[in-house]
Nanobody, 118 residues
């Protein structure tokens, strides 16, 4: 059974940093594409960043220059380094592996809370 397990969330002051990790287990082949989404209270879930196994990345405009997504293909793990955090970054952050070859259904992690105090 494929699972995505996140870690690294917490409470941080504005301007601080956090690093999120997400490890996939139960897979035979590594995910080619993985990403991070977030959902703030009362808002829709939104894409934060996505990365391919070849290293191509895409970021939401709101986090460009502050967040960095990276992937360890051997460990089937994706990271999100978040710097210069702002109160508006407060949300539950979800790891995602979208539908792709060998994994047609796609997967979500359970989410990890990130709270940025002003």
């Amino acid at each position: 059974q494929v699972q995505l397990v996140e870690s690294g969330g917490g409470l941080v002051q504005a301007g601080g940093s956090l690093r999120l990790s997400c490890t996939a287990s139960g897979t035979i082949f590594s995910f080619n594409v993985m990403g991070w989404y977030r959902q703030a209270p009362g808002k829709q879930r939104e894409l934060v960043a996505v990365i391919t196994s070849g290293g191509s990345t895409n970021y939401a405009d709101s986090v460009k220059g502050r967040f960095t997504i990276s992937k360890d293909n051997a460990k089937n793990t994706v990271y999100l380094q978040m710097n210069s955090l702002k109160p508006e970054d407060t949300a539950v952050y979800y790891c995602n592996a979208p539908p792709q070859p060998y994994y047609p259904s796609g997967y979500w992690g359970q989410g990890t809370q990130v709270t940025v105090s002003s």
